[in-house]
């Protein structure tokens, strides 16, 4: 190989590196394209849904909370499956937003895990309306930045 072959060959494993270097650096660059890679994370369309209770219903506590989903596989937490997630319940509490929709969704009173991969869980709560909504994760509880969430379902418990 003459010289201005040999270089010309190095030179051009040196442009091909920054190539591979530069798709990630970009990426952190350029915000806005970042938000539209994590606003396919979930397929278009999918979708929860509160099957049962209905809205407005009256129940007694304890209570079984039926779970839907349109679009998306069910998979358990920590089963990193492409195009599926995991049910959580909100119970009396907004969907989390901004920097909260990139960590996992706590685990307490206000937010049931369906960890398992369940479509239904018993629920047990006071007197009085309370709101119910859904909020898929993924195998890490994550909802990311533009989260699947069901419609709010308010009911009664007597």
């Known amino acids: ?61 304890p209570f079984t909370v039926v779970t839907g989903l349109k679009g998306l596989g069910i998979a358990p937490a920590g089963d990193d499956q492409p195009r599926t997630g995991h049910h959580h319940l909100l119970i009396d509490t907004p969907a989390p937003q901004g920097e909260a929709l990139e960590e996992s969704i706590p685990k307490d009173a206000h937010h049931v895990h369906l960890g398992g991969g369940q479509t239904q869980v018993d629920i047990k709560l006071p007197p009085g309306k309370h709101t119910l909504q859904l909020i898929m994760g993924d195998a890490g509880h994550v909802p990311h930045s533009h989260p699947l969430l069901s419609e709010p379902v308010t009911i009664t418990v007597k």
Do not use: K, T
Request: net charge positive.
């Open 1 to 61: 190989m003459n010289r201005h072959m040999f270089s010309s060959f190095h030179s051009l494993r040196f442009v091909g590196a920054i190539g591979l270097f530069s798709l990630p650096v970009a990426a952190l660059l350029n915000p806005a394209q970042a938000a539209e890679n994590d606003q396919s994370f979930w397929p278009s369309g999918a979708r929860p849904y509160i099957i049962s209770p209905a809205n407005g219903a009256v129940v007694s506590s």
